[in-house]
């Protein structure tokens, strides 16, 4: 199975909007609703960001959302800070293999 | 607060075993599904399997079902997983990470700390 693709990396200004495309296929992004989105900091854990596609958990920001077209779903951060930058992940629901891919991962940089 | 907390670093030769534990409190135990998320330096996390621990249940990624094991002990609150016959690409970073949901979406709520293991001769 393949993984799911995401640009190498993004960047904007503080108080820009970015956004992040995950793209799978119909096995997986396009055929579920369990997308969901993680933020790493360097040395850190990964931190779940969006669930259900498009929800976040309890005190996570509203700057971030997401949604999910076909088979690319995509992150949206809002309002850009500096406490943004880090690796973001995508995950998806992909059957009975692995169950669940990762994207490739995204370095976000704020300029 | 949920916190799960793991056991320390090892470095292993390949065909050795290791054995990592993850120390849950916040929660009853019992509640929440545990997976295990391995992350190899500079790559995506990559999902291994997971654990019920009220009924000890388990299901593994196909990539891992010959060479690991999870299991739990109620009593401490703990879950562990075992990988045999490491190789040196197995050389990651290896996470518990809890699910509190009644059935897995794999969704990875809360991390532990990460275990890294080091596979070399």
């Known amino acids: 199975q393949s993984a799911l693709t995401q640009p190498a990396s993004v960047s904007g200004s503080p108080g820009q909007s970015i956004a992040i495309s995950c793209t799978g296929s119909?096995?997986?992004?396009?055929?579920?609703?369990?997308v969901s989105w993680y933020q790493q900091h360097s040395g850190k854990a990964p931190k779940l960001m969006i669930y259900?596609?498009?929800k976040r958990p309890s005190g996570i920001s509203d700057r971030f959302s997401a949604s999910k077209s076909g088979n690319t779903a995509s992150l949206t951060i809002s309002g850009l800070q500096a406490e943004d930058e880090g690796d973001y992940y995508c995950a998806s629901y992909s059957g009975s293999f692995t169950y669940v891919l990762f994207g490739g991962g995204t370095k976000v940089t704020v300029l | 607060q949920v916190q799960l907390v793991q056991s320390g670093a090892e470095v292993k030769k390949p065909g050795a075993s290791v054995k990592i534990s993850c120390k849950a409190s916040g929660y009853t135990f019992t509640k929440y599904i545990m997976h295990w998320v391995r992350q190899a330096p500079g790559q995506r996390p990559e999902w291994m399997g997971w654990i019920t621990p009220d009924n000890g249940d388990t299901k593994y990624s196909k990539n891992f079902q010959d060479r690991v094991t999870i299991t739990r002990d109620t009593s401490a609150s703990t879950a562990y997983m075992e990988v045999r016959s490491l190789r040196p690409e197995d050389t990651s970073i290896y996470y518990c990470?809890?699910?509190?949901?009644?059935?897995?979406?794999?969704?990875?709520?809360?991390w532990g700390q990460g275990t890294p293991v080091t596979v070399s001769s």
């Open positions: 990470a809890s699910e509190p949901r009644n059935r897995p979406l794999y969704y990875f709520d809360f």
């Open positions: 119909s096995s997986d992004v396009g055929g579920s609703n369990y």
């Open positions: 259900d596609v498009y």
